[in-house]
Nanobody, 124 residues
Framework: QVQLVESGGGLVQAGGSLRLSCAAS????????MGWFRQAPGKEREFVTA????????SYADSVKGRFTISRDNAKNTVYLQMNSLKPEDTAVYYC?????????????????WGQGTQVTVSS
C-alpha cells in the first residue's frame, strides 16, 4: 500500500491555472505508475491522466489533452498535475492514484492506492 496526499486544489476563474501535487510514501515510488482521476457531483470517477514509473510515457483523456500536463519527480516521491486553460466543466474532486505496477491503464481497477482528493472549482 501507498499513502498519497494531494494538495494544490482551490477556486480559480475560467481560463486560469492550478498545479496539483501528490506526495507518496510507503512503497518505492519509482517502481509504479501514477494517475490522476476526477469525480464531479453525481458522476462516475473518470480518468484524467497517467504516467509510467519513469515518466517516459503519459496518457490523457481527450477532454484535457493540450491543457493538462502530468509529471513526476522520483527523487521527491511526488507527482504533479499542471492544469491550464481551466473550464467550468473541470470542476471536480481530483484524486491521485498509484498503479499496481510500473505502467498504467485508464481503468480505476489498475490502481490500488488512492489519495483523499482535492477540490478544484472553476468559476465562469
Amino acid at each position: 500500500q501507498v499513502q498519497l496526499v494531494e494538495s494544490g486544489g482551490g477556486l480559480v476563474q475560467a481560463g486560469g491555472s492550478l498545479r496539483l501535487s501528490c506526495a507518496a510514501s510507503g512503497r518505492t515510488f519509482s517502481r509504479y505508475g501514477m494517475g490522476w482521476f476526477r469525480q464531479a457531483p453525481g458522476k462516475e470517477r473518470e480518468f484524467v491522466t497517467a504516467i509510467t514509473w519513469s515518466g517516459g510515457s503519459t496518457s490523457y483523456a481527450d477532454s484535457v489533452k493540450g491543457r493538462f500536463t502530468i509529471s513526476r519527480d522520483n527523487a521527491k516521491n511526488t507527482v504533479y498535475l499542471q492544469m491550464n486553460s481551466l473550464k467550468p466543466e473541470d470542476t471536480a474532486v481530483y484524486y491521485c492514484a498509484a498503479a499496481r505496477g510500473p505502467g498504467y491503464s485508464t481503468s480505476t481497477a489498475s490502481f490500488d492506492s488512492w489519495g483523499q482528493g482535492t477540490q478544484v472549482t472553476v468559476s465562469s
